[in-house]
C-alpha cells in the first residue's frame, strides 16, 4: 500500500483544508504543533508552549498528527505547500524521503567515524535528521552535539525542532530551547558561514535550472548537482539520495568526476521507478492526471578511507510493492565492485559483469556499423522502452523512433540480432535506462567479433514482426510497437551468448528479489 497516500486520505484533509484557509501556512502548523503537545499528556514538554509562535493560537478539536511517524508528518507539510502555492511548490522540486528509505540511510551513516558532526542541509521538517539521531547511542546528546539543520524554510525549521525535542527529550529538562542553534535558516548553497561539520546527509531539490557559472557542475543545469558540489568540497563523506540521473549523461561528467577524485569508496545504489518507486509520495503541486512520483532515485554513500580506492554500484533495481522491505533489507547484495569511469557510472550486476567486460573489449560498435547516408538495408528502432526493446524492418504507426541505415545486408542481420536480443535491451539498462534509448547509448552497443547469424532465426523475427504489434496509448495516441514473445527473445539470446542467456532473460523481469 502506498502508505504516504494514504495518510492523505485517512485524515479529514477537508477540515485541513478549511483550517489553511483560515489561518494560512505558518498559524495552521503552529496550532496543530500545539495542539499535538496538548493531546501528548506530557507535562515535561509543555513549556515549548511558552514560545512566541504559540501566543494566541487556536487549539484544534482533532490532532492531525495523532499516530504519523515523521516522514509522513512531511508529507502533510508537502500537502500543505503545494495547497497554498502549488505552482511554487513544483517549482521547489522538494520530495521528502520515506521512512523506510530514510533508515536504510542512517543505517549507511552508521559505517562511518564515530563523534563527528553531521548537517543536513536542505533539511525540510528533519525526516532525514529523525533517523540518523534515531540510530545513536545516546540520540539526546548526538541532538545537541553532534547534527545542524539547514533549511531555507523557517517555518519547516521550526517543525523540524519540536518534532526532534518531543521524541528525544530525555535528561535535558528544556531541550527544544538547548537546540535552537542546530537549526540553521540559510540557504546552503549561497551561505559562506556554514557550520563546521565532517559529513553530511541529504536529500536535495530535484529541479532544472539555469547554469550557474560557480559551481563546476553548471552543465548539469540541475539544482541537486549544485548541492552535491557543495556538499563534495564542504565535507568529508556524505549520504545521499537523488534522481539516478548523474550516473549517465555527459552533462554530469563534472560531477561523477568529483566524486572519483575526492573520495576512495563509492556506493552507489540505483533504482527503477516500476513497479514500485522509492519516493511513493504524491507529486503535490502538479497539474498533470498523473500524480505519481514517476523518479527513479539514487543513494550515494561516499567515504574518505585509506588509499585504496573501492568503487561499487546496483543494477538498475526493479521490485514489487510487496516485496519493498526484503529489497531495502538486501539491498547491499545487489552491489557490484567495478572500475567507474567520469563518462559512465554502468550499473551491472555482478552475473553479468564479465559480459560487460567481454562487450567494452570489441573493437566494432553499432555504429560502425550504421551507414550516415539511406540505403536499401533499414532497421527501425522504437525510442521508449519499458521492458523490451525491438528492431523492425516494417513500418511502425508512432512518433518516436530512430532508423538506422547499414552498408550491406549482412551487417543489417547482425544488428537485427543484437537488437532483438536481450542484450541490447540490458546493455541500455546498463547505460541508461531511462526513459528513451539515447543516440549514444544505442550507438555504442559493442558488435560482438565473429557473431553467429541464423537464417531461421532471421526468418521468424521478420514472421513475428507481422503477429505481435502492441499498441499503448500516450498523450491521446496510440504507439505501434513489435512485442516478441519471450520464447524467440530467448532464442535469440542463447544463440548468441549461451554463457549469459538466462541472467540476460532477467533482466527484463519485474523484480530482482
Not at 165 to 176: C, G, P
Not at 472 to 480: F, I, P, S, T
Amino acid at each position: 500500500m502506498n502508505r504516504n497516500k494514504s495518510i492523505i486520505n485517512s485524515l479529514p484533509i477537508q477540515d485541513f483544508n478549511l483550517v489553511l484557509d483560515q489561518f494560512g501556512l505558518e498559524k495552521t502548523w503552529y496550532s496543530i504543533l500545539a495542539t499535538h503537545l496538548n493531546k501528548l499528556d506530557r507535562a515535561d514538554l509543555l513549556y515549548i508552549l511558552d514560545e512566541k509562535e504559540f501566543k494566541n493560537i487556536e487549539i484544534q478539536n482533532f490532532d492531525f498528527l495523532d499516530g504519523l511517524s515523521v516522514g509522513e508528518i512531511s508529507v502533510l507539510y508537502e500537502y500543505s505547500l503545494a495547497y497554498m502555492d502549488r505552482d511554487k511548490r513544483k517549482e521547489e522540486g522538494q520530495y521528502f524521503t520515506p521512512d523506510d528509505v530514510a533508515q536504510v540511510m542512517a543505517k549507511k551513516a552508521q559505517t562511518f567515524p564515530k563523534n563527528k558532526i553531521w548537517i543536513d542541509p536542505c533539511s525540510g521538517v528533519g525526516n532525514l535528521s529523525f533517523w540518523l539521531i534515531k540510530h545513536q547511542e545516546d540520540q539526546e546528546d548526538f541532538l545537541k552535539n553532534n547534527i545542524y539543520l539547514i533549511d531555507r524554510d523557517r517555518l519547516a525549521l521550526f517543525i523540524a525542532r519540536f518534532i526532534l525535542a518531543v521524541n528525544f527529550q530525555k535528561n535535558d529538562s528544556r531541550l527544544f530551547d538547548s537546540i535552537q542553534s542546530r537549526f540553521v535558516v540559510a540557504d546552503f548553497l549561497l551561505s559562506d558561514n556554514l557550520p563546521k561539520h565532517d559529513y553530511a546527509i541529504l536529500n536535495p531539490p530535484y529541479v532544472m535550472v539555469e547554469p550557474d557559472v560557480r559551481f563546476e557542475t553548471s552543465s548539469a543545469r540541475d539544482l541537486y548537482a549544485y548541492f552535491l558540489e557543495k556538499v563534495i568540497k564542504t565535507s568529508t563523506g556524505f549520504v545521499s539520495i537523488t534522481p539516478q540521473t548523474f550516473t549517465n549523461g555527459q552533462k554530469f561528467n563534472s560531477l561523477r568526476k568529483l566524486l572519483l577524485n575526492n573520495f576512495t569508496n563509492l556506493d552507489v545504489y540505483c533504482f527503477d521507478n516500476v513497479p514500485d518507486n522509492i519516493f511513493r509520495g504524491i507529486k503535490f503541486g502538479s497539474k498533470n492526471t498523473n500524480t505519481a512520483n514517476s523518479t527513479r532515485a539514487g543513494i550515494i554513500v561516499a567515504r574518505q578511507n585509506g588509499n585504496k580506492k573501492t568503487f561499487r554500484i546496483t543494477p538498475l533495481l526493479r521490485w514489487r510493492a510487496k516485496e519493498r522491505q526484503k529489497l531495502l533489507d538486501s539491498v547491499d547484495d545487489f552491489l557490484t565492485e567495478i572500475k567507474l569511469r567520469e563518462d559512465m557510472f554502468p550499473k551491472v550486476q555482478k552475473d553479468l559483469l564479465p559480459l560487460y567486460n567481454f562487450a567494452k573489449k570489441q573493437e566494432k560498435m553499432l555504429v560502425h556499423l550504421v551507414s550516415s547516408h539511406p540505403t536499401t538495408f533499414r532497421l527501425i528502432v522504437p525510442s521508449t522502452p519499458r521492458y523490451f526493446i525491438s528492431a523492425v524492418k516494417c513500418e511502425v504507426a508512432r512518433t518516436s523512433f530512430k532508423t538506422l541505415y547499414f552498408y550491406n545486408e549482412k551487417e543489417m542481420n547482425v544488428a537485427y540480432l543484437l537488437l532483438n536480443s536481450s542484450y541490447m535491451y540490458w546493455w541500455w539498462r546498463v547505460n541508461d535506462g531511462g526513459m528513451t534509448i539515447s543516440e549514444k547509448t544505442l550507438m555504442s552497443l559493442p558488435v560482438i567479433n565473429e557473431m553467429p547469424t541464423s537464417n531461421n532465426l532471421l526468418s521468424r523475427i521478420e514472421l513475428s514482426e507481422k503477429t505481435n504489434r502492441v499498441f499503448k496509448r500516450n498523450a491521446g495516441k496510440d504507439n505501434e510497437n513489435v512485442k516478441h514473445d519471450p520464447s524467440l527473445v530467448r532464442e535469440i539470446t542463447k544463440c548468441l551468448f549461451p554463457s549469459y542467456a538466462r541472467a540476460l532473460e532477467l533482466v527484463h523481469n519485474n523484480s530482482v528479489i
